[in-house]
């Protein structure tokens, strides 16, 4: 049906808000089904992710399913005080899982998962972690996030050089030695709103589209588009527009608070209601010939959605976004504290967010990120939202992306996501 106001809208091909011509110069379509197997693009951004083919990457999404299955059934017995992560090692898919003594990589072993031996627990590095952020604070450094990488087992900081003065960092190696890892990026991480042209605007901001969520303790169906928190903060009271008409205005966001969170509600009005879809919408040029339009849109349904337990270290995780469409990278880091700079200089921490071996550009904030189905079918399961980039945007190989966990911003937001349209609860 034409005019379908499908979540995660997020390609080049998408129809602009001062026009309802597709860039390329066709109209948009409602997203439909392609015959069995993932879409082509999705596929070519996973194989490109790991620099294989796409049958390669078929296997592999289906050995991260496995491998993912397996950790739920290892996770619980897992300690803070012998153990120091798990994740999916990059060349097999196998899962691996830090211990700090022989005996109890022996039981992982027995367990059909690949042990690792290391000299720092999950306890050790989380201490090292805090003792890294007070010793910043005491010397007032603002512009440095921090994580935990569990494949090297140590505390990661992520700076520019210009903005970690030279005797903090001396001090830094002098107290915690080959704990800690300082890595220099090229840029500031950067929120990713920008200020004309896009497929979800308001007077003043573009983004895109994300969620489909409803208030989850409200008696009455209320519909909202979920999307990055930082898309709104400077405009609360503006309407939000699709291609195809008005979606609705600010119903509530957190951004720039103690709890260092990035999404907002957008309340949906009953006629743009109508018109939502729970699907992502991957947009792609259709062959000459093929047809009058110059779009072939494929919709993936949503599954579920996933608490962050299930995208461990390594998982392939893939992001649609408005500016640079569907990429697929791998989780660099979970529980990564970032602070984002929001244009003038001003850093805003984003804390307990997921990091992603990814490129991402102006204009993708509020977009979905998703775990695509190992056995071909067009599913996704739902995790998160995209918020921020850093690394080098110009290069692939080079950028990063941070995401708002969806499992959080849905606790916080008393929504819950919408996968059955016809499920008022």
């Not at 379908?4 to 997203?31: D, F, K």
């Not at 003043?204 to 928190?229: E, I, K, Q």
Request: overall charge neutral; proline content about 5%.
């Amino acid at each position: 049906m034409a005019g379908l106001l499908a979540l995660a809208i997020t390609t080049a091909g998408c129809a602009a808000t001062t026009s309802q011509e597709s860039p390329g110069g066709g109209s948009s379509t409602a997203p439909t089904p392609t015959a069995g197997g993932l879409p082509e693009q999705i596929l070519a951004a996973v194989a490109k992710s790991i620099d294989g083919t796409e049958e390669q990457a078929r296997e592999r999404l289906a050995r991260q399913a496995e491998m993912t299955e397996l950790h739920t059934t290892i996770a619980p017995s897992l300690k803070d005080d012998w153990s120091a992560g798990t994740w999916l090692d990059r060349d097999t898919g196998n899962l691996v899982v830090a211990v700090t003594n022989e005996r109890r990589a022996a039981e992982i072993r027995a367990r059909n998962a690949e042990p690792r031996l290391v000299t720092r627990s999950a306890q050790d590095l989380r201490n090292v972690r805090t003792q890294v952020e007070r010793l910043l604070k005491q010397h007032a450094v603002t512009w440095v996030g921090t994580s935990i990488d569990v494949t090297k087992n140590v505390v990661v900081l992520t700076t520019q050089k210009a903005d970690l003065p030279t005797p903090v960092a001396t001090a830094l190696h002098r107290t915690f030695g080959d704990a800690i890892d300082i890595r220099y990026q090229d840029a500031r991480d950067t929120v990713l709103s920008i200020a004309s042209g896009d497929q979800m605007a308001s007077d003043n901001m573009l983004c895109s589209v994300g969620w489909w969520v409803r208030d989850a303790r409200s008696p009455v169906v209320r519909n909202y588009v979920m999307t990055a928190g930082h898309c709104v903060a400077d405009s609360p009271v503006v309407p939000w527009r699709h291609a195809e008409g008005e979606i609705g205005r600010l119903g509530r966001f957190s951004f720039d608070t103690p709890i260092g969170s990035d999404w907002a509600l957008i309340s949906v009005d009953d006629d743009a209601a109508r018109r939502l879809s729970p699907a992502v919408s991957v947009r792609q040029a259709k062959p000459a010939g093929e047809g009058d339009d110059r779009e072939l849109v494929t919709s993936l349904s949503i599954a579920a959605t996933a608490p962050k337990t299930a995208f461990l270290t390594g998982t392939i995780v893939c992001k649609n976004g408005r500016t640079t469409q569907v990429t697929c990278g791998r989780v660099i880091a979970n529980d990564s504290d970032v602070n984002a700079d929001t244009g003038g200089g001003r850093a805003v921490r984003l804390r307990g967010f997921t990091r992603v071996s990814l490129l991402v550009q102006p204009g993708d904030s509020g977009g979905p990120v998703f775990i695509l189905d190992p056995r071909g079918r067009n599913q996704v399961t739902a995790i998160g939202v995209v918020s921020s980039g850093g690394g080098d945007q110009s290069n692939p190989l080079a950028a990063t992306m941070a995401f708002q966990p969806l499992d959080r911003a849905l606790a916080e937001s008393g929504t819950r996501l919408v996968i059955d349209p016809n499920v008022s609860r």
